[in-house]
């Protein structure tokens, strides 16, 4: 049976009653129509007459419903990356809002929610691919069902447009009929090649040589759509057992793949007839690691108070055992055992997080073993948990605590070897994942001859920097392994040996580390001039001095709407049209007071500069000027005091799903502030509406579980 894959080329027409998509390479096809202004979809044998044809794209990622109308989000431009298999992968680079009104309405919520949309859409590493299902891994691919149609054989966590695709998902599947003529529940075949997954991550694909043998050498990252958010505004686990910043990087090898050229098919010795071919008559293999990171799963969050360093705070383990369960319920099932690499400090702050993953991983195996490392540098410098033996699921957990900080301090970082060394046995028992080309398949499908039974699982505070590092070591020993496994390299030697490919492996991998981070905290990672040199660098050092700053500036004033964007796009916001032009959700409803104090700070700023540089007359006394610019100074002073011992107030938070953290640290400062001798009676004046004015728009969101 052939493969149902999305289709290549569509073309839009347009007329003041519907869209219409056709892809003129299949004319046999049915037509897609979504009719104006219901959005409702049916399915057309053959062309519409009366409709213009507006444009060629790229696919369609998906249908949103906004407050005041609903939009067909159009990929109008993609950028090759590279073949896998000989599967183009593609990047999104353009997007376009169809409004399904003749004539759009607005308001100003529908223009900041289309504003954040497309922000997203236009900063967001998107990847797809026509033919290959870039969402699952090599190991899982092998056991999908080649008949099902590519959307159905997407992960369900990295699916990221499954929300947006949910109104053609339900058409296709008979979970809605918009004519009631097909019978409910009719799978709709017509349909699947309109619907494109998409994925949300990092994508690298080159052709390299190791020691004269040619491969392919790619890295995948994927995010899932679980969950997702920025660093502050989105910590540990949900009630369903979704972790923040959940990723899985996926390291590739590909040998003897003839297909791997940028060009087309007519230009690939290695394609004929859209068949891959191998170089030199040898069976392509395909040779993948998988790695996760993730949030600690337990309920946790740091709270934005303007400060460097956000209060934390840690709700009881047992309040997340549930949660908990739920999470390692599904990557035991996906991954097998799982090695749980812990980076963070086992001192000050981070201490309480690192307790609270022990207490939890202790509470899930049975007959918990525990084993403590220390050295001349930390009393802790490694720390054991695993079952004694395996009575059930959870003791396929083995938590490993690395004290990162205190060992690699100094730039020791070669002191890391030293998490590698007691990993060492679980890899090698966890294996990776082998694969060769079945000849004359038609289907493409691979013979399995290794499969990778476990995962390492790392985390740090933020899953990011420190969690970098150690993924990139893993993934350098592991590939070293694969390498001398197929002959490549002898017993002895490592990846590394090749000069030109060590460049390479280290940018690709920090390359990932910056992408990771900058969907996360909207930098780049820090401790990539080590990932990228093999050393720590002065430089290094004032580009993650740099890095810490803007994150500061953004995760304080900017993060807000870019959490509201990423709710709005995976549905855990959903706009409610009641309303409109009244109750508005992003109106700032702060007291004029308290809305009014930054710009008085900029003002003071601005008159000390001014009365500093100002020129007087030499018969003209200076102390009504010195009077004035101290003043100022005074006035300055009091407003910076302000704002940073009430900095909860002026944090940039998120409008649609406010935290709940937010919300009490917000109406515990108003309190105080209302019982000020000298600002509550402004405040209380000029306060527009009631006190929990700032946070009314919650009841107009709700959350939408996938």
Same mark, same amino acid.
């Given at each position: 049976?052939?493969?149902?894959?999305?289709?290549?080329?569509?073309?839009?027409?347009?007329?003041?009653?519907?869209?219409?998509?056709?892809?003129?390479? $299949?004319? $046999?096809?049915?037509?897609?129509?979504?009719?104006?202004?219901?959005?409702?979809?049916?399915?057309?044998?053959?062309?519409?007459?009366?409709?213009?044809?507006?444009?060629?794209?790229?696919?369609?990622l998906?249908?949103?419903?906004?407050?005041?109308?609903?939009?067909?989000?159009?990929?109008?431009?993609?950028?090759?990356?590279?073949?896998?298999?000989?599967?183009?992968?593609?990047?999104?680079?353009?997007?376009?809002?169809?409004?399904?009104?003749?004539?759009?309405?607005?308001?100003p919520?529908?223009d900041?929610?289309?504003?954040?949309?497309?922000?997203?859409?236009?900063?967001?590493?998107?990847?797809?691919?026509?033919?290959?299902?870039?969402?699952?891994?090599?190991?899982?691919?092998?056991?999908?069902n080649?008949?099902?149609?590519?959307?159905? %054989?997407?992960?369900?966590? +990295?699916?990221?447009?499954?929300?947006?695709?949910?109104?053609?998902?339900? +058409?296709?599947?008979?979970?809605?009929?918009?004519?009631?003529?097909?019978?409910?529940?009719?799978?709709?075949?017509?349909?699947?090649?309109?619907?494109?997954?998409?994925? +949300?991550?990092?994508?690298?694909?080159?052709?390299?040589?190791?020691?004269?043998?040619?491969?392919?050498?790619?890295?995948?990252?994927?995010?899932?759509r679980?969950?997702?958010?920025? %660093?502050?505004?989105t910590?540990?686990?949900?009630?369903q057992?979704?972790?923040?910043?959940?990723?899985?990087?996926?390291?590739?090898?590909?040998?003897?793949?003839?297909?791997?050229?940028?060009?087309?098919?007519g230009?690939?010795?290695?394609?004929?007839?859209?068949?891959?071919?191998?170089?030199?008559g040898?069976?392509?293999?395909?040779?993948?690691?998988?790695?996760?990171?993730?949030?600690?799963?337990?309920?946790?969050?740091?709270?934005?108070?303007?400060?460097?360093?956000?209060?934390?705070?840690?709700?009881?383990?047992?309040?997340?055992?549930?949660?908990?369960?739920?999470?390692?319920?599904?990557?035991?099932?996906?991954?097998?055992?799982?090695?749980?690499v812990?980076?963070?400090?086992?001192?000050g702050?981070?201490?309480?997080?690192?307790?609270?993953?022990?207490?939890?991983?202790?509470?899930?195996?049975?007959?918990?073993?525990?084993?403590?490392?220390?050295?001349?540098?930390?009393?802790?410098?490694?720390?054991?948990?695993?079952?004694?033996?395996?009575?059930?699921?959870?003791?396929?957990?083995?938590?490993?605590?690395?004290?990162?900080?205190?060992?690699?301090?100094?730039?020791r970082?070669?002191?890391?070897?030293?998490?590698?060394?007691?990993?060492?046995?679980?890899?090698?028992?966890? @294996?990776?994942?082998?694969?060769?080309?079945?000849?004359?398949?038609?289907?493409?499908?691979?013979?399995? %001859?290794?499969?990778?039974?476990?995962?390492?699982?790392?985390?740090?505070?933020?899953?990011?920097?420190?969690?970098?590092?150690?993924?990139?070591?893993?993934?350098?020993?592991?590939?070293?392994? @694969?390498?001398?496994?197929?002959?490549?390299?002898?017993?002895?030697?490592?990846?590394?040996?090749?000069?030109?490919?060590?460049?390479?492996?280290?940018?690709?991998?920090?390359?990932?580390?910056?992408?990771?981070?900058?969907?996360?905290?909207?930098?780049?990672?820090?401790?990539?001039?080590?990932?990228?040199?093999?050393?720590?660098?002065?430089?290094?050092m004032?580009?993650?001095?740099?890095?810490?700053?803007?994150?500061?500036?953004?995760n304080?004033?900017?993060?807000?709407?870019?959490?509201?964007?990423?709710?709005?796009?995976?549905?855990? +916001?959903?706009?409610?049209?009641?309303?409109?032009?009244?109750?508005?959700v992003?109106?700032?409803?702060?007291?004029?007071?308290?809305?009014?104090?930054?710009?008085?700070?900029?003002?003071?700023?601005?008159?000390?500069?001014?009365?500093?540089?100002?020129?007087?007359?030499p018969?003209?006394?200076?102390?009504?000027?010195?009077?004035?610019?101290?003043?100022?100074?005074?006035?300055?002073?009091?407003?910076?005091?302000?704002?940073?011992?009430?900095?909860?107030?002026?944090?940039?938070?998120?409008?649609?799903?406010?935290?709940?953290?937010?919300?009490?640290?917000?109406?515990?400062?108003?309190?105080?502030?209302?019982?000020?001798?000298?600002?509550?009676?402004?405040?209380?004046?000029h306060?527009?509406?009631?006190?929990?004015?700032?946070?009314?728009?919650?009841?107009?969101?709700?959350?939408?579980?996938?």
């Amino acid at each position: 049976m052939r493969d149902i894959v999305p289709f290549r080329d569509i073309n839009v027409h347009a007329s003041t009653s519907h869209y219409a998509f056709t892809s003129p390479s $299949s004319p $046999s096809a049915q037509t897609l129509v979504v009719e104006r202004p219901s959005g409702d979809i049916r399915l057309n044998d053959g062309a519409l007459l009366g409709a213009k044809r507006v444009s060629s794209i790229a696919g369609i990622l998906g249908i949103i419903k906004l407050r005041l109308d609903k939009y067909i989000i159009v990929i109008t431009k993609a950028q090759p990356m590279g073949r896998l298999k000989g599967h183009m992968v593609y990047k999104v680079i353009a997007t376009e809002f169809l409004p399904l009104r003749e004539r759009p309405l607005h308001d100003p919520d529908e223009d900041t929610y289309l504003h954040l949309l497309k922000t997203l859409l236009k900063t967001g590493p998107i990847y797809f691919s026509y033919s290959f299902d870039i969402t699952n891994s090599f190991q899982r691919q092998a056991s999908a069902n080649p008949s099902l149609a590519l959307w159905q %054989r997407a992960d369900d966590r +990295f699916f990221w447009n499954k929300f947006i695709q949910s109104a053609l998902i339900d +058409f296709a599947t008979g979970a809605t009929s918009a004519s009631g003529l097909r019978p409910h529940g009719a799978h709709q075949t017509g349909v699947d090649p309109f619907i494109l997954p998409v994925m +949300f991550g990092m994508m690298r694909i080159t052709t390299t040589r190791i020691k004269a043998t040619p491969l392919t050498f790619a890295l995948i990252t994927r995010r899932s759509r679980h969950r997702a958010g920025t %660093r502050y505004m989105t910590r540990g686990i949900d009630e369903q057992g979704h972790v923040a910043n959940f990723n899985e990087t996926e390291q590739i090898i590909l040998l003897n793949d003839g297909s791997s050229s940028m060009g087309g098919v007519g230009a690939e010795g290695g394609m004929q007839n859209g068949k891959i071919t191998s170089l030199d008559g040898h069976d392509t293999q395909i040779m993948s690691y998988v790695q996760t990171r993730g949030s600690v799963p337990v309920y946790w969050a740091e709270i934005n108070t303007l400060r460097y360093v956000p209060d934390l705070q840690i709700r009881g383990v047992e309040s997340a055992i549930s949660a908990a369960k739920q999470h390692f319920d599904e990557q035991i099932r996906i991954y097998g055992d799982n090695y749980l690499v812990n980076l963070v400090n086992q001192k000050g702050r981070e201490d309480r997080v690192k307790k609270a993953y022990e207490q939890m991983v202790r509470t899930l195996v049975s007959s918990p073993n525990e084993a403590t490392q220390a050295d001349y540098i930390t009393d802790e410098k490694l720390h054991v948990v695993e079952a004694s033996q395996r009575n059930q699921e959870y003791d396929r957990l083995h938590y490993v605590y690395f004290d990162f900080h205190n060992e690699t301090k100094g730039l020791r970082w070669h002191r890391a070897q030293l998490l590698l060394d007691q990993l060492k046995d679980g890899l090698i028992r966890g @294996q990776y994942f082998r694969g060769v080309d079945m000849p004359g398949d038609a289907q493409g499908r691979l013979e399995v %001859r290794n499969r990778q039974t476990a995962v390492v699982r790392t985390n740090c505070m933020d899953c990011l920097d420190r969690t970098n590092v150690v993924q990139t070591m893993l993934a350098r020993w592991t590939l070293t392994r @694969q390498l001398v496994d197929v002959g490549i390299l002898k017993p002895g030697e490592s990846a590394d040996d090749d000069a030109t490919f060590k460049i390479l492996f280290r940018n690709v991998w920090a390359d990932n580390a910056d992408v990771v981070s900058r969907s996360y905290s909207g930098t780049g990672a820090l401790k990539t001039d080590f990932t990228r040199t093999g050393e720590r660098t002065r430089a290094g050092m004032v580009q993650d001095f740099n890095n810490s700053i803007t994150r500061y500036v953004k995760n304080n004033f900017g993060d807000g709407p870019r959490q509201d964007a990423f709710d709005l796009f995976l549905g855990a +916001f959903l706009p409610d049209s009641s309303g409109v032009g009244t109750s508005l959700v992003f109106v700032d409803r702060r007291p004029v007071l308290i809305q009014s104090i930054p710009y008085v700070l900029a003002a003071s700023f601005f008159m000390v500069i001014v009365s500093s540089f100002a020129r007087s007359k030499p018969e003209s006394t200076l102390w009504p000027l010195r009077l004035f610019a101290i003043a100022w100074l005074l006035v300055g002073l009091w407003c910076f005091h302000f704002i940073y011992t009430h900095g909860v107030l002026y944090v940039a938070w998120p409008k649609l799903n406010t935290p709940r953290w937010a919300n009490e640290g917000y109406q515990e400062t108003m309190g105080a502030i209302r019982k000020d001798s000298l600002l509550g009676p402004f405040v209380a004046r000029h306060e527009r509406g009631a006190s929990n004015a700032r946070i009314s728009h919650l009841e107009e969101g709700k959350k939408r579980i996938q």
